[in-house]
């Protein structure tokens, strides 16, 4: 793949379809202000078209192409996605088509028939209507002033079944005036080997452009696309995290940096790739989908170690144990800290947090003993910069909690005849606390919707009489994980907490066989990390400090 493209006077182009593949796939549920949102991402991230979805299809996309309307997009080709005219209709008196020009995007994209049994089966028509359909529509569109492409539904089986028939369905979008033609592995079946194949035999026997859209149910779409564009393709298509129909599309966030720094396919300077792991991520929010921890190049687990001495080489050199920077891509390295590590992956831990300590063997045998008994370090740093600062005998907690007390009073609707009616689920969750700083005690109680919030909010509320930016902190998620499901009630729970304060984020962690200690935990952390590194302290604090500092001298 090294030599992909070597010499071409052509440059290869990328076809986002996220809005519209992508938002095909199950649990994505895009509003218009999504699409608009996400649509300028893509824009100022490099894509050279960006598909908006279907007019007329959806009131969605339909606000989405009037708001681009009016404030186009800077970079991109914006598209409109649509089919041929209906079998026995013109072109001219096809609805979607007019709505298609309705748009006014530059470039349309149209799905035609490629395949003898779909066209036979599924659209119940004859191939020379087809091919009827394919070339009226495609005039149609040019005579509006617009680009158009052809994308080649089920091509790869069509062409393995009646190879003639699908190249007669490409040939005759040529001849109307067609920029380009996109082949489909619509069902996502063909291995590169067919792919590579079949793309050079239509290359050989067309003029226009040539392109590829891959489907993912073998796990095969980037590989698809990849050997596509090693047979001559100048046009891939693909999705943002490979969101689309089924098992996905082919992935534009694992395609292109392979194609950009791994090959001679893409100008270095086409797409912002430095800004690649913030645009998955953003789609990914945008989607309610949790960023994929593992995805290649920007998952949070891409470069990170965990073995001691691959840790160790890393810190020698980064290429021993990494395909690429990381920053390349907008990711970072990770060094975990685990029961698998050594004494590189602590030290540089400890390099990261400024830390000093004399004892690694001693830090490394803290950390260890307390993942055997079930913390998990390697997702909480801010936990763990607490646990290595406490090796050091000089240091002092910013404040301790003596006494927690939890309740929960259960509501009863005393009309209802039967006891489950009585019960109103509208449980109410107190937390009283005691916690002591500078040797001074507060007590302080909330209530929650439930027995974690509550927890948080007394804590919180302790706390800001000493530092009053806490309220500007934020739990932002919190999940808990059995450890040992077979002990049942009986089991370990682990708990982890994210926490935002203006842009920066860090995780706690906590482990018990009681979830709410472990949970307080957690949210014990979180706020102590916070006091120590952005904490602004009050009157009150200093106040406290001196009257203690005062009864000690007396």
Same mark, same amino acid.
């Given at each position: 793949m090294q030599n992909l493209h070597k010499g071409s006077s052509k440059q290869l182009l990328l076809?986002?379809? =996220? %809005?519209r593949d992508g938002a095909q796939m199950q649990s994505i549920q895009f509003s218009a202000d999504d699409k608009v949102a996400i649509a300028r991402r893509l824009d100022e991230f490099g894509m050279d078209y960006i598909e908006l979805g279907w007019p007329g299809a959806n009131p969605v996309d339909d606000r989405v192409f009037r708001t681009l309307k009016q404030s186009p %997009? #800077?970079?991109? #080709?914006? $598209?409109?996605?649509?089919? =041929?005219?209906?079998?026995? #209709?013109?072109?001219?008196?096809?609805?979607l088509l007019a709505a298609l020009i309705k748009?006014?995007?530059? $470039? $349309? =994209? %149209?799905?035609?028939?490629?395949?003898?049994?779909? @066209? !036979?089966? @599924? %659209? !119940? =028509?004859? @191939?020379?209507? *087809?091919l009827r359909m394919i070339f009226d529509s495609v005039q149609f569109l040019k005579r509006q002033g617009r680009e158009v492409w052809i994308d080649a539904e089920h091509f790869f089986d069509g062409f393995d079944s009646d190879c003639e028939t699908a190249m007669a369905c490409l040939s005759v979008a040529e001849r109307a005036g067609a920029e380009g033609v996109v082949l489909c592995d619509t069902n996502g079946g063909a291995l590169p080997s067919r792919v590579a194949a079949v793309t050079h035999t239509v290359i050989e026997r067309l003029r226009c452009r040539v392109g590829i859209h891959a489907h993912n149910d073998c796990e095969l779409a980037v590989a698809n696309a990849l050997a596509a564009i090693e047979a001559g393709a100048e046009m891939v298509q693909g999705t943002i995290n490979g969101y689309g129909e089924r098992c996905g599309n082919t992935n534009l966030v694992s395609? @292109?940096?392979t194609l950009q720094l791994k090959t001679q396919a893409m100008n270095k300077n086409n797409a912002q790739l430095e800004t &690649?792991?913030?645009l998955s991520r953003t789609v990914s929010n945008r989607c309610n989908f949790t960023p994929d921890p593992f995805a290649p190049y920007v998952g949070q687990a891409a470069f990170a170690h965990k073995a001691g001495f691959h840790a160790s080489a890393v810190g020698k050199y980064c290429h021993s144990y990494e395909h690429i920077e990381p920053s390349l891509v907008g990711n970072e390295r990770r060094i975990l800290v685990s029961q698998q590590a050594g004494r590189s992956? &602590? +030290?540089? #831990? &400890?390099?990261?947090?400024?830390?000093?300590?004399?004892?690694l063997t001693q830090a490394l045998s803290e950390v260890k003993a307390k993942e055997a008994q079930g913390f998990q370090y390697e997702e909480g740093d801010a936990s763990l910069d607490l646990l290595l600062r406490k090796q050091k005998k000089s240091y002092q907690s910013p404040f301790r909690v003596e006494e927690l007390m939890v309740h929960c009073i259960q509501r009863v609707n005393s009309s209802c005849e039967s006891s489950a009616e009585k019960l109103t689920g509208n449980d109410l969750h107190q937390a009283s606390? +005691?916690?002591?700083? *500078?040797?001074?005690?507060v007590w302080s109680a909330a209530e929650g919707n439930g027995p974690v919030e509550a927890i948080d909010k007394a804590l919180r509320e302790a706390l800001t009489q000493f530092w009053p930016n806490i309220p500007l902190t934020e739990l932002t998620d919190y999940k808990v994980r059995i450890l040992n499901p077979g002990m049942a009630t009986a089991a370990t729970t682990h708990v982890w907490i994210e926490s935002h304060y203006q842009g920066v984020v860090w995780n706690t962690i906590g482990c018990s066989p009681n979830i709410l200690e472990a949970s307080q935990q957690a949210l014990c952390d979180s706020l102590e990390y916070f006091i120590l590194n952005y904490g602004k302290q009050s009157a009150t604090f200093n106040e406290k400090r001196g009257m203690n500092n005062g009864n000690q001298a007396a």
């Open positions: 076809y986002d379809t =996220t %809005l %997009l #800077k970079n991109s #080709k914006s $598209v409109a996605f649509g089919a =041929t005219c209906k079998p026995n #209709k013109l072109a001219e008196d096809d609805p748009t006014e995007t530059p $470039v $349309v =994209t %149209l799905v035609a028939k490629s395949s003898r049994f779909h @066209i !036979e089966k @599924i %659209l !119940e =028509t004859t @191939i020379e209507e *087809n395609l @292109i940096p &690649l792991t913030d992956n &602590l +030290k540089h #831990k &400890l390099s990261k947090f400024n830390i000093n300590t004399e004892d606390v +005691k916690v002591v700083v *500078n040797d001074h005690a």
